[in-house]
Every structure is written in C-alpha cells, then in structure tokens.
C-alpha cells in the first residue's frame, strides 16, 4: 500500500492548510486512517485518527483547531489545520492500516512539510 501526502507548505501564524493523502495500491480494506507528525529533534507523535465508520480521536494540542476526515470511495485521508501556531512545524505522516485477503498492513506516507512562521 502507497500513501501519498500533499499540502504542506509556508503558512503564518494563524492561517489554515489542507493536508490530502491518497491511498494506492493492493488496499483491501482500510480500517484506521490517521495524521502524524515530527518536529525537528522530536519523536513522531499523533496529531488525529479516524475509524473507518468516522469516529474521530484528536490530541489535545491541535483539538478544536484541526479537523480530520476521510473519504473512503477515495482511500483518502483529509486533515484541516486552522489557526495554526508555530509549534505546529513539522513533518506530517499520514497513516493507513487495514486487510489485504491475510495480508495486514500499517502503511506510512513520505511526509509534507508544514512550516508556520511567527
């Protein structure tokens, strides 16, 4: 399975992106979806998932402020940043884990730069 993240990019403090992430390949079915991220010197930590029936699970520094969706006609994955802040810089991963026929996949994404200036 291939994920392909777009819609990193430049933005100040305060304004909005849309992360897209396009799922490809032997899929199946995709259960979870989700958005990670690094920030320089950090750890990849969760930023949101989403079941496959949309149930939604944020953490708490991007809650009220970032909004994940998914699409499953389209195997993909959305996530709607808004008042961004600079700690928010970092590399987005998406994520996407699921059942080929006996093959179970955790599949990552290359990753969009999101960088918000002060």
């Known amino acids: 399975v291939q994920l392909q993240a777009s819609g990193g990019g430049l933005v100040q403090a305060g304004g909005s992106l849309r992360l897209s992430c396009a799922a490809s390949?032997?899929?199946?079915?995709?259960?979870?979806m989700g958005w990670y991220r690094q920030a320089p010197g950090k750890q990849r930590e969760v930023v949101a998932t989403?079941?496959?029936?949309?149930?939604?699970n944020y953490a708490v520094y991007v809650k009220g402020r970032f909004t994940i969706s998914r699409d499953n006609a389209k195997n993909s994955v959305y996530l709607q940043m808004n008042s961004l802040k600079p700690e928010d810089t970092a590399v987005y991963y998406c994520?996407?884990?699921?059942?080929?026929?006996?093959?179970?996949?955790?599949?990552w994404g290359q990753g969009t730069l999101v960088t918000v200036s002060s």
């Open positions: 989403i079941t496959r029936g949309g149930i939604t």
């Open positions: 390949g032997s899929i199946g079915s995709i259960n979870g």
């Open positions: 994520n996407a884990n699921g059942i080929d026929g006996v093959l179970v996949y955790d599949s």
